[in-house]
């Protein structure tokens, strides 16, 4: 099973509140319109997202009920793209210190 159909099947699972994606190197931009698709999301946490961007991660922006985002190597995904939606969820934003390069670096964490 590739990475597009294990995510597609994530929308099936109605209860679903917490999606942590580790170690996945080929997740693209088009995947994750498969996460924006899950009603109920309130934690995301992808680590090794180098081929994300910022274009890509926008389809999320209609998830209200995030409560707690958590990007790890994911350089393409700059805090302009990540904080509107945690502003319009209610999630209060941290960006990690300058010693890890905030999203665009090597990590960040909404909560």
Known sequence: MNTDDALSRLVSFTSL???DIRWCPGLRDDHLRHLA???GLEQLRITIGMYLTDAGFSVLDDLRGIRE???I???????????????????RGS???????????DACSYQ
């Open 95 to 105: 960006s990690a210190d300058q010693r890890t390069g905030g999203i665009a670096g």
């Open 69 to 71: 985002i958590t990007l």
């Open 73 to 91: 190597h994911c350089a393409g995904i700059g805090d302009e793209t990540v904080e509107p939606l945690a502003t319009a969820s209610g999630v």
């Open 17 to 19: 509140r917490r999606v």
């Open 37 to 39: 698709a899950v009603p």
